[in-house]
């Protein structure tokens, strides 16, 4: 029986995090890469999770290993969300 409730509870928190609030990964093009800053310039689709248009913007990243991840002129897919106040890329894969 514990199964059973462990395994309804983990699909009701995926099912959850997809349905209320979880961003969804948008497409983008990397322009900059400031590894010293931490930071992506990414020309980007509408970020409907922060109300934004498509526009090319900074973003601060969650974990500096994705900075070496990518360069200028790569095509990604990627999340972004407000932390601590500042834009932040939170998932980045690159298309191929």
Not at 40 to 69: S, W, Y
């Amino acid at each position: 029986m514990t199964l059973i409730r462990t395994l309804s509870l983990a699909l009701l928190m995926a099912w959850s995090a997809a349905a209320f609030g979880a961003p969804a990964m948008v497409d983008g093009e990397i322009r900059k890469v400031d590894k010293d800053a931490a930071k992506l310039t990414i020309k980007h689709a509408p970020l409907t999770n922060l109300g934004m248009p498509a526009m090319t913007m900074v973003f601060r990243v969650q974990d500096k290993a994705m900075l070496a991840q990518v360069a200028p002129g790569d095509k990604v897919r990627f999340t972004a969300d407000k932390i601590g106040g500042m834009l932040t890329v939170t998932a980045l894969d690159i298309v191929k």
